[in-house]
């Protein structure tokens, strides 16, 4: 699917909104995403669960500051996943691998927070770790790169 045909469809939907470009809350989206990252490390030898719940905040934080970067924001049900397919719109086959496995982290994420019955080994967590720090990576280069004129503070 195309960005156009992407953007057609989810806002018919009421899925994504435009969103004014606003560098603050790109910022402070990052910031956030950043922190996270450091508050799952620190959590991995005391809750696996939490400390993967939290690596998969960080990757949503990211995922939104991208939308806002581009002038939309998630809307009405399924904020998750749209933020998901709205990265995977953005960055492409290139980076689908890393966007599939944000997808299989905001399923198992969603099944640890209702369900609660399951159980996530700290190898998960070092993955969800790797991953998260590897896509908030790329979205700070893409930001950086949309917008090199603009000092950011991440």
């Known amino acids: 699917m195309t960005f156009n045909n992407f953007i057609k469809e989810y806002s018919q939907k009421g899925l994504i909104k435009d969103q004014k470009v606003d560098f603050?809350?790109?910022e402070n989206h990052i910031a956030r995403a950043l922190k996270e990252l450091n508050i799952a490390q620190a959590n991995l030898a005391i809750d696996e669960g939490i400390a993967y719940t939290i690596a998969y905040t960080a990757l949503l934080h990211a995922?939104?500051?991208l939308m806002f970067l581009n002038g939309y924001r998630p809307a009405n049900g399924y904020q998750?996943?749209?933020?998901?397919?709205?990265?995977?719109?953005?960055?492409?086959d290139k980076?689908?691998?890393?966007n599939e496995h944000f997808d299989r982290m905001r399923?198992?994420?969603?099944?640890?927070?209702?369900?609660?019955?399951?159980?996530?080994?700290?190898?998960?967590?070092?993955?969800?770790?790797?991953?998260?720090?590897?896509?908030?990576?790329?979205?700070?280069?893409?930001?950086?790169?949309?917008n090199p004129q603009h000092k950011f503070n991440f």
Request: with cysteine.
């Open 80 to 92: 998750h996943k749209t933020v998901v397919e709205f990265c995977s719109i953005i960055l492409g």
């Open 107 to 146: 399923r198992k994420r969603n099944i640890f927070t209702y369900e609660v019955n399951i159980s996530i080994s700290p190898t998960e967590v070092e993955n969800a770790l790797k991953t998260a720090n590897e896509f908030v990576n790329l979205i700070k280069e893409t930001i950086t790169k949309a």
């Open 24 to 26: 603050e809350s790109i």
């Open 95 to 98: 980076y689908r691998e890393l």
């Open 63 to 65: 995922g939104r500051a």
